[in-house]
């Protein structure tokens, strides 16, 4: 049955509906929205999103624990003192249970907690660790849990955090601190955030023993000149440094009654090319000098990252699918890890001879692979591709 409060609870979770669209919790955009959008919600429905997420893809509720705030990022819909956005707070306990019916009832099956910050971080972040302590220990939910953390949050509160979810995110936004400044002049971008991610990789080393959480990052691309170049170092330096798990890109789109409301929205395509250069640095062993950059260190938006460096690259060295090594193999286009395991297998056996045989072996259009590679020393026929 439930009460008075818990359904209460479920009606503020629905008024505040896609307002989350703004944090990364597993999802990527799937529609471009409106620049001027004043991000009205309509249904609890809004708020769970089918994510993918580290135990698989699931319906996750997507909340904040208020949207009130008193910092004034430039960018954010929840900045202090913006009169467009409804605001709406939920104790910890009313979260939890709202949680707990929308779990049992099977209307979602993961977590997503952010909050705007009231009191300082260190209260806020308080009161997110409380929300969470009582969704595992009060209602035993054994499932998949993102807490966001607050800027400046202290080290034992984020220990606890890493103990109680599964994915946690510190939220960077720009690549420097200027950029930051440009951005959220409130930020401390070494202090507050960029520590934090260096201080979860050493609570990790100091518990190797334990089960903690990984940690995640956003980037708000666009709005302040940052380059690509720079978010893509910085996310290289936290992958090899802090065992970043991934970052997450958002094209910048300006708010109502936000000092960037008039800033000009940031191409799509951009925040798709990061995501793909992301994933080459990641799992593809690609050093950020394997990329092509424009003049102002900008990723060309009119092809994609590995196709712009075959062209490059490979046209006049084409890579000899029966020698290279693995590593190599995944630089060719419509390549990947799981193609290039397929291709160590086969060719161990010596039954590579076209391109049909690679359709086979699970590599999709194997014919845009064909200008960058060799079977044996020899150039393949484009045509036998498409037989």
């Given amino acids: 049955m439930i009460t008075q409060t818990v359904s209460t609870t479920i009606t503020k979770l629905s008024q505040m509906g896609d307002l989350t669209l703004f944090e990364p919790a597993g999802d990527q955009p799937s529609a471009e929205h409106s620049p001027h959008a004043s991000y009205q919600s309509h249904s609890l429905e809004e708020c769970i999103t ?12 997507k909340s904040m624990l208020t949207t009130a705030c008193e910092r004034n990022c430039f960018y954010c819909p929840f900045r202090a003192g913006r ?10 306990d009313e979260m939890a ?28 972040q308080d009161k997110l660790i409380d929300t969470i302590e009582i969704v595992r220990n009060r209602y035993q939910y054994k499932g998949y849990i993102h807490l966001k953390i607050m800027p400046g949050a202290e080290d034992d509160q984020l220990y606890r955090a890493m103990q109680l979810a599964d994915r946690i995110s510190v939220n960077l936004e720009a690549p420097t601190p200027e950029r930051l400044n440009a951005l959220a002049p409130k930020k401390d971008f070494e202090r507050e955030l960029l520590s934090m991610l260096r201080a ?19 980037f708000v691309v666009g709005a302040v000149g940052d380059t690509d170049l720079e978010i893509l170092s910085l996310t290289q330096n936290l992958h090899k440094h802090a065992r970043l798990a991934r970052a997450y890109f958002s094209a910048f789109n300006p708010v109502l009654q936000t000092p960037l409301e008039n800033t000009p929205a940031t191409d799509p395509m951009r925040e798709f090319r990061l995501y793909q250069s992301s994933f080459l640095l990641r799992d593809y062993g690609w050093e950020l000098e394997d990329l092509t950059f424009a003049g102002v260190g ?6 994609d990252p590995k196709l712009a460096y075959a062209q490059e690259n490979l046209t006049r060295s084409p890579v000899d699918l029966m020698t290279a090594e693995r590593h190599i193999l995944m630089r060719v286009p419509n390549i990947g890890p799981k193609g290039a395991d397929a291709i160590l297998r086969a060719r161990r056996k010596g039954n590579i001879r ?3 045989d690679l359709r086979k072996l699970g590599i999709a259009a194997p014919e845009k692979a064909a200008p960058f590679i060799l079977l044996g020393g020899k150039h393949v026929p484009h045509q036998i591709g498409l037989l």
């Fill in 50 to 61: 089918n994510v993918s997420t580290p135990k698989g893809a699931k319906p996750v509720l």
């Fill in 83 to 92: 009169g467009k956005t409804r605001r709406l707070t939920i104790s910890p």
């Fill in 97 to 124: 249970k709202a949680f707990n019916i929308l779990t049992s009832a099977k209307k979602a099956d993961g977590l997503f907690l952010s909050s705007g910050i009231i009191r300082g971080s260190v209260t806020t």
């Fill in 200 to 218: 979860a990789e050493r609570i990790r080393r100091a518990h190797p023993h334990e089960k903690l959480a990984n940690s995640v990052t956003q």
């Fill in 298 to 303: 900008n990723l060309r938006l009119d092809v």
């Fill in 354 to 356: 076209d391109l049909g």
